[in-house]
């Protein structure tokens, strides 16, 4: 008589639930962590409400110092140019400026992303952050949307959080301050749901702990 073994499904069912238990283990590591530390309060960020500002923020930054790069040229867009609030009014705007001038940033490859996002969004009827934060829901947009170039998961996670959706968006810092508490070689994908189930068992938003985490990182590096 044939041995009769375990489905393939309840197999996969298993080995997700060992995964979810795994991840589940890091996140109340990390929050035991936290927990050791002071943090600067922190509060929840709304949307600009002016896409020309999120395209920009979101593209610049990858890379780049955020409070002495990019959060001025931000702040340009918001002031220079504040009745150019949707998608189709940027797009509008570069055609009447020259996108160096609006951003007063000169990289190539980076303007070129922030045209390429703009048309993007565009052409998939996104016209402000509510549309946005609406469009990202959907796990076959986020596919379309990965198709971009130099779009990846972190700049995915940092739209959903410019657009008003929770998410964390992971980075250097963020990776750095899971091997403080203990927990090495993650994945994006791992450290994001680590981070998520910690904001979850700390009754925070998922941006709240990513901004404190980011803000507690910069100044222990600063000594």
Known sequence: MKAVGPSAGRIKKEV??????????YATKLVNFIQTKEFAP???RKPYYHMGATITDAILQAGLNYHNVVYPRV???LTEYPDYKTTCDFLILMQVFPLTEIVNFKNLKKLQRIRDLSWFLYNNGVENEDQLAKWL????????LRKVNGIGSKTIDYLKMLSGNQAIAIDRH???FLEMAGIFHCSYNEASLIYAKAAELLNISQYELDKKVCLYMVKIKKF
């Open 16 to 25: 997700l639930r060992v995964l979810d238990d795994e991840l589940c283990n």
């Open 42 to 44: 922190v509060t929840q």
């Open 75 to 77: 702040l340009k867009i």
């Open 137 to 144: 829901d959907t796990e076959r947009n986020i596919g379309l």
């Open 174 to 176: 963020l990776f750095a």
